[in-house]
């Protein structure tokens, strides 16, 4: 997962005013923001357990972003 297909899973996460898909995601992981803000901006690396973890957390949040899978 690149930093472009997590803003695609914030950006999917966002409510009607475009907003707010950064912050919703770190509550569903119980993550800081600022730790979702760092891997958007390529600060931190994605692992492939936070790949599996964003994946999950956006199925159960029940948003439909582009497929999520791990990289093998």
């Keep these: 997962m690149t930093p472009a297909d997590l803003r695609a899973i914030c950006n999917s996460l966002n409510d009607e005013r475009g907003t707010g898909g950064q912050s919703k995601l770190a509550r569903l992981l119980g993550w800081n923001h600022s730790t979702v803000w760092r891997k958007l901006n390529g ?3 994605i692992t ?4 599996l973890a ?7 949040f029940g948003a439909n ?4 899978t791990a990289r093998t």
């Design 48 to 51: 492939q357990s936070d790949e």
């Design 65 to 68: 972003p582009k497929r999520v």
């Design 54 to 60: 964003i994946g999950q957390a956006v199925a159960s």
């Design 43 to 45: 600060k931190n690396r």
